[in-house]
């Protein structure tokens, strides 16, 4: 596939916007339609972003850091944009697709790149049934919350709960339970790619529970079903020496 065509989009900072304006007087900005690749300027909760807004437009991104951490973007630079782009490595997401039932009976779908999270909305712990594919394999969990990260995602929220690093051809997805009271020594789950994950609220009225999906939030629901959808691929590039495959893991080995 041809990568001449470029659009760039950036974060509203000052710093991404100062280097959008310095791109865009080296480069054509063919605007998104035309473009063959979108090269995104940020960080990773903006990569985000860029992913959802733009995946029905089935083009490529090229994130250039321009945040915090980076982890989904590349190293940036104003020079050889071009050649960076025919050399680089294409790696395909799946996301999580979240059906959420809310306390009224309104079902609300959204889409997850990272990770679909249950939190407690008060100071009571949540109660939460789980079950895989239609059978249950936790009764009740008494916890602060439960998620379920793509191996993308496993090393964002995922990992800062304790959950595992999951590689990224692996067709695993992690359910990790964040502060766990009940069962104690219930550490979370490693599931195939094709599992159907659905979380039940136990006492929701008195215990009320929210769900997040990326950064879509419902609250007071009562049901969440989670399920990869392999037909949808989001598509990232990344240099050679920097692709994703590695620094997942890499990730496993920092002290």
Not at 64 to 85: H, I, K, P, Y
Not at 111 to 136: C, G, L, P
Not at 202 to 214: G, N, Q, Y
Request: proline letters at 5%; one cysteine or more.
């Amino acid at each position: 596939m041809a990568r001449e065509q470029i659009t760039f989009m950036a974060s509203e900072t000052p710093q991404a916007d100062a280097a959008l304006v310095e791109l865009r007087g080296r480069y054509d900005d063919v605007g998104l339609e035309r473009a063959d690749v979108i090269v995104a300027l940020g960080g990773d909760g903006f990569m985000l972003s860029v992913l959802h807004e733009t995946r029905h437009l089935n083009r490529p991104i090229y994130g250039m850091n321009q945040g915090t951490v980076g982890f989904l973007m590349n190293s940036f630079s104003m020079e050889n944009l071009v050649a960076r782009l025919q050399a680089a490595e294409l790696a395909v997401l799946h996301p999580l697709e979240m059906t959420a039932i809310d306390a009224a009976g309104v079902a609300h779908q959204a889409i997850a790149i990272n990770e679909v999270s249950v939190f407690r909305e008060t100071r009571q712990a949540a109660k939460i049934r789980i079950s895989i594919d239609n059978q249950v394999r936790l009764e009740e969990l008494v916890c602060d919350g439960v998620l379920v990260a793509t191996p993308a995602g496993s090393t964002a929220y995922n990992l800062s709960a304790h959950g595992p690093i999951l590689p990224l051809e692996a067709e695993i997805l992690a359910l990790t339970p964040i502060s766990a009271f009940r069962p104690r020594r219930w550490r979370g789950a490693l599931l195939p790619s094709t599992a159907r994950v659905r979380f039940d609220v136990l006492d929701p009225e008195k215990r009320p529970v929210s769900v997040v999906a990326d950064n879509q939030e419902i609250r007071n629901v009562v049901q969440i079903e989670v399920v990869e959808d392999p037909a949808a691929e989001l598509q990232l590039l990344f240099d050679p020496e920097h692709n994703l495959e590695e620094r997942i893991l890499n990730e496993q080995f920092i002290p």
